[in-house]
């Protein structure tokens, strides 16, 4: 299994993801820096990351980098301080979305960008091989500790970017206990709005347990039950935002998208009128956008991808269904945050409720079926029989479907995602297309 997956080395906590090789990536991830370079080094709030930081601090020092530990803070916060503070290279210790037991380290470089697949793969490949650089006795890099002034940047930016163009609404704020709990309620109180914070202690060991971005529930109940205006839901580092309307309903990625496209066509400040998004985002989205006359680019899945394409193609907007949202002109990487305040910005220039501002975006069904395979038989396209069905699957739902398979890059899983107009259409295709790959592979087994 690779170390390094779409968003960084990720696993348990003092089991999967140790002290010995947080230091080795450390120590591998310096190589590739000059001598002295700056490295910032931040974290969510979960127990482990005080450990993984002083484990990723002396491997960096070892190698005569200067380590700033800028503390517990939102990963797009660490991306946007890297360049502020003139860094080389910073280290988030975050698992994102995922329990608390788990942890992870995701390397960024001097603009705030992921490393490069090619980067990170050289480590990889070097701590597997165990090639670790040699420490060099006579050139020791010193640390230096921001935690109670890194975070004063950020506010500052974000507060001077949105200031006078908030509304006042009642917004019922989940911080999943994340890194978020250290700069939303701040940062919206001082822009005016009316904040009902849940979930708000950064408490480590409840991170992303039944709260956040990826289970909002609780977040719905009190939306409907308060009479809120909306609710705004962040994961465990705060680079994703799932919104909640008045009526209680998600909004997810794929429709803050479409209210933000819409929003900088109708400003002039969507160059080429295209926005990017993943393979997994909803035929309903780009459907929407397509009748407002804007185009939507796919990538796959990975905000990374979503990243490079925008990069390629000097485009402004782009994002995944699970609530990374690039707005490249004000960063260089999803922020929960500053796609919050944008959106509430929207809801202001148009005086529209959220609920009203999405209406447009049809969601078409989705069905996902996730099949445990063998690795040798993830190569779904030499199983002619279950090839030939994808085909006919694709033929019959026409414009108005879609089949999409990938696997895993983690688990022993082939993915079947299938989208159409109809469910119970959708949901045949579905039972045909697993009863075929079932067999092949007990076939394959015999």
């Excluded at 000097?314 to 796609?339: F, K, N, P």
């Excluded at 396209?381 to 019959?396: G, Q």
Aim: hydrophobic content about 40%; charged content about 25%; overall charge negative.
């Amino acid at each position: 299994m690779s170390l390094f997956g779409t968003d960084g080395a990720r696993g348990i906590a003092n089991a999967e993801l140790t002290i010995d090789l947080a230091m080795n990536i450390a120590r591998v991830a310096a190589d590739s820096l000059a001598p002295g370079s700056k490295v910032l080094i931040g974290r969510d709030t979960r127990i482990s990351g005080p450990m993984l930081e002083a484990a990723l601090t002396a491997g960096f020092s070892s190698m005569g980098m200067d380590v700033l530990a800028v503390g517990m803070l939102p990963t797009p916060a660490l991306a946007y301080l890297i360049a502020k503070m003139e860094a080389q290279a910073g280290v988030m210790i975050s698992a994102s979305h995922n329990p608390p037991q788990y942890n992870g380290i995701k390397l960024l470089d001097h603009q705030g960008r992921k490393w490069p697949t090619e980067e990170e793969t050289r480590v990889e490949e070097r701590i597997a091989g165990n090639q670790i650089p040699e420490v060099p006795p006579n050139r020791i890099g010193r640390v230096f500790h921001y935690e109670n002034t890194a975070l004063t940047h950020y506010h500052r930016y974000l507060e001077g970017l949105f200031a006078g163009v908030i509304p006042e609404l009642h917004v019922g704020l989940d911080l999943g206990h994340g890194a978020a709990t250290a700069t939303a309620e701040t940062i919206l109180r001082n822009l005016g709005v009316h904040v009902h914070p849940l979930f708000s202690e950064p408490e480590g060991s409840l991170i992303n347990v039944h709260c956040g971005a990826t289970e909002p529930c609780v977040l719905q109940e009190q939306v409907l039950v308060n009479h809120w205006d909306l609710g705004l839901a962040f994961d465990g580092d705060a680079d994703r935002l799932i919104a909640v309307d008045h009526d209680g309903r998600i909004v997810d990625g794929d429709e803050i998208l479409y209210v933000l496209a819409v929003g900088l066509k109708e400003q002039g400040l969507l160059p080429f009128n295209k926005v990017v998004a993943t393979v997994m985002s909803n035929i309903g989205l780009e459907r929407a956008l397509e009748r407002e006359g804007i185009q939507l680019k796919r990538t796959p899945v990975g905000d990374r991808w979503v990243a490079q394409l925008m990069r390629e193609e000097s485009i402004v907007l782009g994002g995944e269904q699970s609530g990374h949202v690039i707005l490249s002109r004000y960063a260089s990487t999803g922020d929960g945050l500053l796609t919050a305040l944008a959106l509430l910005t929207e809801i202001h220039r148009r005086q529209r409720p959220l609920a009203e501002l999405v209406r447009p975006v049809e969601r078409y069904p989705q069905i996902l079926r996730n099949i445990n395979v063998e690795r040798t038989l993830i190569d779904w396209e030499n199983i002619p029989e279950f090839a030939d069905l994808v085909k006919d699957a694709e033929k019959d739902l026409g414009r108005d479907g879609r089949v999409f398979i990938r696997p895993s890059g983690t688990e022993p899983l082939l993915r079947i995602m299938i989208e159409g107009r109809k469910l119970n259409e959708i949901e045949q295709w579905a039972e045909r297309l697993e009863a075929v790959l079932q067999n092949a592979l007990e076939s394959a087994k015999a």
